[in-house]
């Protein structure tokens, strides 16, 4: 099929489980009928997905607050107790975050209730989302290795157990968050690659890894008004990408500042289009998005061209990203019939 499409990663959450409208919204229940909610709307993403006719469903994070600290509650060597303030992506913001004070160790699964939850409920390619290590490392605080590139990697062990799991479970597209990837360009294609490598290796199923400017929040939309009328950030790690094990990588394209030229940098891989914009509540167009997948195979081979949002849509108004998702499932569409 030419054009399949996908998300990034997150959906809203329904305003039972968890307030919505947040980045990170507190829970409704606990317990047992927190997990049990959990499922439930993890069955309801799944649904929503189907019905707009996207074609790699995913989970919607529905069973995480966070998309970094979903997976860091499963991690010993971790202190919540005692957070420090931290710069986040290069002091973009500042953020309350937990420290790392020993050797790091899964205390057990993570993503396994939802994914199998989700497995049984579709026919579709299902895809789960992982941090990367390079975000997760520059989401935490270190106080015991002593080297960012050391706790990265010693992250990607951790993340290299739960998605081989995860392909167990029958999965079969597992991707990587990296929104650190634009940040620390320059760390990217030394340890950085080799820490995304390190979370891939032994993996049969389809592997990804998602780099995008970020949600729609205040503090990300400031920070691309003053990039300027390009956005070049990409050109200096796709390289390294396009030289890495990664099966696709997922990008943010419409709306942005980012010269459609720097696609041709990923040659061999699939690329996951972002054809929606998060940072927006107007709606795009079937139209429009088969004008911007048209754009795109430019240069792009359209074999290789995933229809994506640009980033995940967690603190969205549930309304506006169902619309959303409907309109990405019939411009993928719309594009398959005209330049399939």
């Known amino acids: 099929m030419l054009f399949p499409s996908t998300v990034a990663g997150s959906l809203p959450k329904p305003a039972w489980l968890a307030e919505p409208n947040k980045l ?3 829970w409704q229940l ?14 309801l993403a799944v649904k929503l997905q189907e019905d707009a006719g996207i074609d790699v469903v995913g989970d919607g994070e529905m069973s995480r607050q966070h998309f970094v600290h ?4 499963f991690v010993d060597g971790i202190d919540f107790a005692n957070k420090v303030e931290m710069g986040i992506r290069a002091d973009r913001y500042k953020a309350m975050v937990p420290v790392v004070r020993g050797a790091l160790t899964l205390k057990g699964r993570v993503h396994q209730a939802e994914a199998k939850h989700a497995r049984a409920h579709t026919k579709k390619k299902l895809k789960i989302t992982l941090p990367g290590a390079m975000t997760i ?10 080297n960012r590139a050391k706790m990265a990697l010693a992250f990607a062990d951790l993340l290299n157990k739960e998605a081989r799991a995860l392909e167990a479970d029958g999965v079969d597209v597992i991707q990587f968050d990296e929104p650190a990837f634009n940040v620390f360009m320059d760390e990217v294609p030394t340890w950085g690659i080799e820490a995304l490598e390190r979370a891939i290796d032994g993996l049969k199923c389809t592997t990804a890894v998602h780099i995008c400017y970020g949600y729609g929040i205040k503090a990300n939309i400031d920070w691309k008004n003053a990039l300027g009328e390009e956005w070049r950030q990409y050109e200096k790690i796709f390289p390294a990408l ?23 940098l990923l040659a061999g891989k699939d690329v996951l289009a972002g054809v929606i914009d998060v940072a ?16 795109i195979m430019q240069f792009v081979p359209k074999e290789k061209i995933v229809a994506c949002t640009n980033c995940g849509m967690a603190p969205m108004h549930r309304d506006i990203a169902e619309a959303k998702l409907m309109a990405l499932g019939a411009g993928a569409k719309l594009a398959r019939e005209r330049f399939g």
């Open 30 to 43: 606990d317990g047992e009928p927190l997990a049990q909610a959990k499922l439930d709307a993890t069955l």
């Open 242 to 264: 396009a030289r890495s094990r990664i099966n696709q990588v997922s990008v943010e394209v419409i709306h942005s500042h980012v010269p459609m030229s720097l696609l041709g």
């Open 24 to 26: 990170w919204p507190k």
């Open 137 to 146: 490392a520059d989401t935490v605080a270190d106080a015991h290795y002593g």
């Open 70 to 73: 979903g997976f860091l509650e």
């Open 280 to 295: 927006t509540d107007t709606v795009e167009t079937p139209e429009e998005i088969a004008g911007v997948i048209k754009d």
